[in-house]
């Protein structure tokens, strides 16, 4: 059990486009889902909090209009990375808040922006 | 603020040995603990965690960790290692009643050699 899901697991795209990252908890439902980003051989950092039917939560520096958030149901959140640009590479993971109080991590993507 | 602390970058050890991977947290309050690895280009994996109760704790794996209050510390151990546990580990801290956000430490990468 507990299960995530992401999708896709690697992503090329050309500097100055968007790339949605899919999040799903494929065996329970998450009100809470919350998206990472992690640099090489780095430690996760927590870019925002996704919640069910309302607003994410952002973290300090991270920017709200650059990594749209959208957690539309209980077992979907999307991380839209807009415009993208080189910087912008690097490995996505989600989590997804169980009825415990858990994370569940997802697999991660790898995004390269050329 | 919390923070984490994961006092090893790096614990090369060999097969059949054992590991102690040190952490060590700083909070003015409570918080949860937790233990998660991650094996290369794959998202993080529950070890374990400490939530109330018995200090010494079980996970999957063989792993166990030991919460030490009086020195903050959570380190992870298992007594004898094998090839296949050769990854990352993260420590993470959550303050209890704050929005279930983990603070990660900043890792440890563990390789086992034959």
């Known amino acids: 059990g507990a299960v995530v899901s992401q999708h896709p697991s690697r992503v090329i795209c050309k500097s100055g486009t968007s790339v949605k990252i899919e999040c799903r908890s494929l065996d329970f439902q998450a009100t809470t889902m919350f998206w990472y980003r992690q640099f090489p051989k780095q430690s996760l950092m927590l870019m925002a909090t996704s919640n069910e039917g309302s607003k994410a939560t952002y973290e300090q520096g991270v920017e709200k209009d650059k990594f749209l958030i959208n957690h539309a149901s209980l077992t979907l959140s999307t991380l839209t990375v807009t415009s993208a640009h080189p910087e912008d590479s690097s490995f996505y993971i989600c989590?997804?808040?169980?009825?415990?109080?858990?994370?569940?991590f997802g697999p991660g993507t790898r995004l390269t922006v050329l | 603020a919390q923070s984490v602390t994961q006092l090893d970058s790096q614990v090369p050890v060999f097969e059949e040995a054992p590991v102690e991977l040190r952490c060590n947290y700083s909070?003015?309050?409570?918080?949860?603990l937790f233990w998660y690895v991650q094996y290369p280009n794959q998202g993080l994996q529950l070890l374990l965690k400490y939530l109330s109760g018995s200090t010494l704790v079980k996970g999957i794996n063989g792993f166990e960790a030991e919460f030490n209050k009086s020195q903050t510390s959570f380190h992870l151990r298992k007594p004898s290692v094998h090839i296949s546990d050769t990854a990352e580990y993260f420590c993470a801290a959550e303050i209890k009643a704050a929005g279930n956000k983990l603070t990660f430490g900043g890792g440890t990468r563990v390789l086992v050699k034959p």
């Open positions: 989590s997804a808040l169980s009825g415990t109080d858990t994370q569940y």
């Open positions: 909070s003015s309050v409570s918080v949860y």
